[in-house]
């Protein structure tokens, strides 16, 4: 049986949210499986406290187990009973960008079950900035375990219809609010010494992280060996992905056109002469960029594309996240 659809117009009040997610929270309260939005993408979540419901998840999208899971939860309070310790530069990082898209790694809690750490003895934890997650967690009064609602390998959903794409069955509930503010997903930062280390760079940014802690920026390059999920081949479409240097989108598009085989296009560069390629987004900055993303690789592969260009954008800013994920669907 495939999922169930819960849609949830704009303009909800907070008390037609709680009636609209009623359903949805008994779901995860009773074990079961429920795609949500967040402000960066939509998530699978389960209670991260049950491992049958989190092996469920790891089951539904074809995870490696090593791979460990973001713990959601309402505040810092709510994080407070899955760590062994919530470091002072934990409070400071919550405190500045939470609820937002920043992910904090703790020493875990014994009673995180370790299937939701991938074998870890640490957890991340965010607190996402969306009605809806948050009405979630209230409501079904567990934190909840939800790696972004893609298959394992595919680009994550930024959109209720990429999750239904890749879960025909698998997931009870999926919720609908249409799509993701952000697009990219959360920053994740291990808290555990004194000075924060950025394991996955993403929405937050090194510079604002900088601006709570100065030395986020001096950290360095991020330590890729310590977030396991980037061990993971990702987001890598059948078409073959072109990154064309910083403005020269266009001409590389015209070399592969002069090929003769269907090309795609996504760049800040606007192309203008536009006969023989398919537009997959024209974005105006890096952060709408990020924004369109994940749906024109979905889109290239919908329209059955051999080759998309996409344009670097500078390694700045929320630049540095877009161009690790470019890099990654290049593989
Ligand atoms: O924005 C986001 O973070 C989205 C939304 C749904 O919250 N979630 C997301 O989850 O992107 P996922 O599972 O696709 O990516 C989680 C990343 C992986 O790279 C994983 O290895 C890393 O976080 N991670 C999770 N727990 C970790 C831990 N204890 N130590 C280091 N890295 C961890
Ligand atoms: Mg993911």
Same mark, same amino acid.
């Given at each position: 049986m495939g999922p169930q659809r819960v849609s949830v117009p704009s303009g909800t009040t907070g008390s037609e949210l709680a009636a609209l997610l009623r359903p949805a929270a008994e779901v995860l309260r009773e074990g079961g499986v429920v795609a949500f939005p967040t402000e960066t993408v939509y998530g699978l979540g389960?209670?991260?406290?049950?491992p049958a419901a989190v092996e469920a998840v790891f089951r539904a999208k074809g995870r490696p187990s090593d791979n460990p899971l973001i713990v959601h939860v309402s505040d810092l309070d709510g994080a407070r009973p899955l760590a062994r310790e919530v470091t002072p530069l934990a409070a400071k990082l919550a405190g500045a960008?939470? =609820?937002? $898209?920043l992910t904090l790694v703790l020493d875990a #809690? +014994?009673? !995180?079950? +370790?299937i939701t750490t991938g074998g870890l003895d640490t957890v991340a934890v965010r607190a996402p900035d969306h009605a809806v997650a948050r009405e979630l967690i209230r409501q079904s009064g567990v934190p909840l375990a939800a790696p972004?609602?893609? +298959?394992?390998?595919r680009p994550s959903p930024t959109t209720a219809a990429h999750v239904a794409a890749d879960f025909p069955?698998? !997931?009870?509930i999926i919720v609908d609010a249409? $799509? &993701? %503010? !952000?697009g990219i997903e959360s920053t994740v930062v291990d &808290? +555990?010494?004194r000075d924060p280390v950025i394991l996955r760079p993403g929405s937050i940014t090194a510079e604002q992280l900088g601006t709570a802690t100065p030395a986020a920026l001096t950290g360095?390059?991020?330590?890729? %060996? %310590?977030? =396991?999920?980037?061990r993971h081949a990702h987001y890598r479409p059948a078409a073959r992905v072109h990154v064309a240097d910083i403005g020269s989108g266009p001409s590389r598009v015209a070399e592969l056109v002069e090929q003769g085989t269907p090309v795609g296009y996504l760049g800040l560069? =606007? !192309?203008? #002469?536009?006969?023989?390629v398919r537009i997959l987004g024209m974005p105006r900055d890096t952060r709408d960029l990020a924004h369109l993303l994940y749906a024109a690789l979905r889109q290239a592969d919908d329209w059955g594309l051999e080759d998309v260009v996409i344009e670097a954008v500078p390694p700045i800013g929320v630049g540095v996240a877009v161009m690790d994920r470019i890099r990654r669907a290049a593989g």
């Open positions: 389960a209670s991260a406290l049950d960008f939470w =609820p937002g $898209p #809690d +014994r009673t !995180v079950p +370790r972004s609602a893609n +298959r394992s390998g069955a698998g !997931v009870d249409g $799509p &993701c %503010a !952000v &808290c +555990r010494g360095g390059l991020p330590d890729l %060996a %310590a977030s =396991p999920g980037t560069t =606007p !192309v203008t #002469d536009v006969s023989g």
